[in-house]
């Protein structure tokens, strides 16, 4: 009978189907309460890989295809007896690429290295071998490296960044490696901008090996300042096409504008899509959106455009009180309302020839409080206070018109954290966004709901799925209970790791347990 | 001539083989004179010095968050005895001693990419001094201090070899004085007063 039960019930356990989409759960395990979970590294032969930073080491997790903890196998980062830092890893079929570095100061240069790994295993299925290098002078400035993949993951960009010299050019190289990690292309590049006054933002690798990379040109180093007259920082998208041959600066320029926000992409036709948001007031809030798509080949500008948000969606969900403050500032300072503190997250391009953009509230504080004790000892105390609220989602279509726009009312607020447990994870299935995030029952339920609910039930948290559609429309419900598996959800290292799934990482304390939900094929 | 010429015609091209197949190798890169896993630093206290206390310390590196400090110095100064007793004291006899210095040092793996011994460090330390006194007309034999500190520093590489190190510590001193002749209230005395140090040192790295 105890093995009837186990084999019927405990599928049930772990297993909750709400109508288009299934929960299923991995067993609880425990690892050491210094080490981090930092993100999905790969799937193989039903396993998952799972990269974790413990202190003073990098090991990967091995789940089963159950979610279930399997192992954890400690990255060898030394070389004899001396010591690598570790630069990131991605998968390359069936074996994991990792990256590591070496800063050697007697040669004064900064060696980058990979090995492979079995996935079958995780043992070293090849020796160090070298990637690239950064010569330096002094150790404090040696230069980093980072890498990008392509979105069908056969071409890796190595990005290297040269030292820093005051007052000089923006200098970097890339290397674009193949997935036998033979070079493709390289190329030392030094920008017409003061080093100091440019900062490269964002880099993507597209299939064919070409390389596109966002940056801000500032007019001072005080960028963030407020607005005298024209905004006094530019957006620069600069591509490096024909393995790096033809080079290309695009200008976003909007005028008068502020543009406080920019995400691109290249879509199936390899034109370069791009959009954000502006502002009229600064740097800390949005009025609009822009978008514009510029044709890759002859470098011509396709569709420029951008849209104000109506009153009506910038004050939605806020309250009268604010409403009429809000007014009343405007009113003094001749300024128009506007949204406060808006990150853009997710740039999410579409077949059609559209984007939708996906952006979150997020802001901290800072309170120091003084306080006596009954010595007359004064004593500071600092505190952070992470505050990601609403989020909001504009679909803009192929023309560059706002298609529709909404706004998710959303309060996570937490103390001297970094918000661990805050913020969210979006997972685009078909036409679909589902938002995936914690929300308190407080904040979830109704008045009504609330006063029929027992004071435990009212303190739960709830891992909630706001689900988008095409229209704009969107539904919320709960994903879990967090309190019933003893666990909590951190959006910030979950991530959709295939067309249809999400893969959720959850903790508690030392406790922690992955989970999934699959939307179906 | 023809001979000579070809020996050093076959040298060099033995020696750009050479050179060309060193780079080839990985162990290439990673040659930096045993920078990088330094395990023994020499140093020589120059804070000290300045303040009449010349010596040396060795600091060895356990692992990548630990290293362990000793060393020896030799002490010219008075200790600064705050309760020490209840008559005036001439000014000791004899001045120099030696003094020994303890530290374990816990660096801060998490920051940059620097690992022991070159790195903020926060550190438990505990010097012991003696030094002999006499007082007017009385005897009081030798005074020794036990002190423990708290110290938080720095040390960075200065060069391939060179290296500098600067701390600050504080802690209690407790004073023993074992004997004191012709005093009313005769010993052992124990007093404590607190203390603070400046630590600046030149290490060379072995």
């Given amino acids: ?521 | 001539m023809k001979v000579i010429l070809t020996i050093a015609f076959s040298l060099i091209l033995c020696g750009i083989g050479r050179s060309q197949s060193d780079k080839d190798s990985i162990d290439y890169y990673f040659d930096d004179n045993n920078i990088s896993n330094a395990r023994v630093l020499i140093k020589l206290d120059i804070a000290g010095a300045l303040a009449g206390d010349y010596g040396a310390r060795i600091e060895y590196k356990l692992n990548n968050a630990i290293g362990i400090e000793a060393g020896l110095s030799y002490w010219t100064g008075a200790l600064l005895l705050k309760n020490a007793v209840d008559y005036p004291l001439t000014p000791p006899s004899k001045q120099a001693s030696l003094s020994y210095h303890f530290q374990t040092r816990f660096y801060y793996t998490f920051f940059g990419d620097f690992k022991a011994p070159f790195n903020i460090y926060s550190a438990l330390y505990y010097r012991y001094r003696s030094v002999d006194y006499v007082g007017s007309g009385l005897s009081l034999d030798k005074v020794s201090s036990h002190e423990a500190m708290l110290a938080t520093g720095y040390q960075w590489l200065l060069g391939k070899r060179l290296a500098g190190d600067i701390n600050f510590s504080a802690g209690i001193a407790f004073f023993d004085k074992d004997y004191i002749s012709g005093s009313q209230n005769n010993g052992p005395f124990i007093s404590s007063q607190f203390l603070y140090n400046i630590g600046i040192k030149i290490a060379y790295r072995l």
């Fill in chain 1, 1 to 521: 009978m105890k093995l009837f039960l186990t084999f019927f019930l405990a599928p049930l356990l772990t297993f909750s189907q709400h109508g288009q989409f299934k929960v299923s759960w991995g067993d609880e395990f425990k690892s050491n309460k210094r080490s981090q979970v930092a993100g999905f590294v790969g799937s193989h032969s039903g396993k998952s890989y799972i990269l974790r930073y413990g202190r003073g080491d990098v090991s990967i997790d091995v789940l089963d295809k159950n979610l279930n903890f399997i192992s954890n196998k400690k990255l060898n980062l030394d070389y004899n007896k001396k010591n690598m830092q570790f630069e990131g890893i991605y998968q390359v079929d069936d074996s994991l690429v990792v990256l590591s570095s070496f800063s050697n100061l007697a040669q004064k240069v900064n060696y980058l290295f990979y090995h492979k790994m079995s996935l079958e295993n995780l043992d070293n299925v090849s020796s160090l071998s070298k990637i690239a290098e950064i010569p330096f002078e002094r150790k404090n400035k040696d230069g980093y490296f980072a890498y990008k993949l392509s979105d069908d993951s056969s071409k890796c960009m190595i990005y290297y960044a040269l030292p820093f010299i005051s007052g000089g050019p923006e200098k970097f190289g890339f290397r674009i490696l193949d997935k036998s990690m033979a070079t493709v292309w390289h190329k030392d590049i030094s920008l017409p901008f003061e080093n100091e006054l440019f900062s490269i933002e964002k880099f993507v690798v597209s299939n064919d090996g070409d390389v596109y990379l966002s940056g801000v040109e500032s007019k001072s180093i005080k960028r963030k300042s407020k607005r005298l007259g024209a905004a006094n920082y530019k957006y620069h998208i600069l591509s490096y096409i024909n393995k790096g041959e033809k080079i290309k600066d695009y200008a976003i320029d909007l005028d008068d504008k502020f543009i406080t926000d920019l995400q691109f992409a290249i879509d199936e036709q390899q034109n370069l899509r791009c959009g954000g948001f502006y502002s009229e007031n600064g740097t800390f809030s949005i009025k609009g959106t822009f978008y514009i798509t510029i044709d890759s080949k002859n470098s011509e500008i396709i569709t420029k455009s951008f849209r104000e948000f109506d009153e009506g969606f910038i004050t939605l969900n806020w309250k009268e009180r604010d409403i009429t403050k809000a007014k009343k500032k405007q009113a003094r300072k001749g300024t128009g309302l506007e949204l406060y503190e808006y990150d853009l997250k997710n740039f999410i391009v579409s077949p059609n020839g559209g984007v939708t953009l996906l952006a979150e509230q997020y802001y901290v504080q800072t309170v120091t409080t003084t306080s006596y004790s009954s010595r007359d000892m004064m004593s500071t105390r600092t505190t952070y206070h992470y505050y990601y609220n609403d989020i909001i989602a504009v679909s803009i279509n192929q023309a560059g018109q706002i298609e529709w726009n909404t706004k998710i009312k959303k309060q996570q607020h937490s103390v001297d954290d970094n918000g661990y447990f805050s913020s969210f994870v979006a997972c685009i299935v078909r036409d679909n966004i589902h938002l995936i995030y914690n929300e308190d029952a407080r904040d979830f339920h109704s008045k009504d709901e609330l006063s029929t609910m027992t004071r435990k039930e009212r303190n739960n948290t709830y891992t909630v799925m706001t689900s988008i559609n095409e229209n704009g429309a969107f539904t919320k419900s709960i994903l879990y209970n967090t309190d019933k598996y003893g666990v909590r959800t951190r959006p910030k290292v979950s991530e959709q790791i295939n067309e249809n799934t999400l893969l959720l990482y959850n903790k508690w304390y030392r406790n922690q347990r992955f989970n999934q939900v699959d939307f179906g094929g």
